[in-house]
């Protein structure tokens, strides 16, 4: 008699409803993370730009309408709106004086640096109020997890 493959895999049935419940707590966690960094007003575009800037470094604002695919007149709204906001400069490009690079500010980067601490710091204190040694172990367990979700 043959028996197909033995797994650990949960049914369908609730492979989907754990997906419902970690993309809900996912999303209940980053909000509340939000909450704490204070973020103000900056649009999901904004904010993906500055993201940016900040992982890949100085830009023209052509090279970053392409990389967020839009409309270079798009990108040069969001760029206007976040050099009034003082999160970004312009300088001449050495290569082609025509060209501008774009690159995050120092008080930007000051303000991410202490968002970030913020929310580290109220995280944090979350996990040591709201579970004990044994339930902060089993986090770090499912972190990893997450982490191997995330691996391409």
């Not at 966690?29 to 909450?35: K, M, N, S, T």
């Not at 490009?93 to 202490?114: E, K, N």
Request: charged content about 25%.
């Amino acid at each position: 008699m043959k028996h197909g493959p033995v797994t650990s895999e949960p049914p369908d049935s609730e492979a989907s409803a754990l997906a419902a419940e970690l993309r809900s707590a996912v999303g209940a966690l980053l909000r509340r993370l939000r909450e704490q960094a204070g973020e103000g007003d900056l649009t999901s575009a904004q904010k993906s730009v500055l993201l940016r800037l900040e992982r890949d470094g100085p830009a023209t604002g052509s090279a970053l309408a392409r990389a967020e695919a839009m409309r270079p007149q798009s990108m040069g709204a969001i760029i206007a709106a976040l050099e009034t906001a003082g999160y970004v400069k312009g300088a001449p490009d050495p290569a082609d004086g025509r060209q501008t690079i774009i690159s995050l500010t120092d008080h930007f980067r000051a303000r991410v640096g202490a968002a970030r601490a913020v929310r580290q710091d109220w995280l944090q204190r979350t996990l040591q109020a709201r579970l004990t040694v044994q339930e902060q172990r089993q986090l770090a367990d499912a972190v990893a997890l997450l982490k191997r979700l995330l691996e391409s």
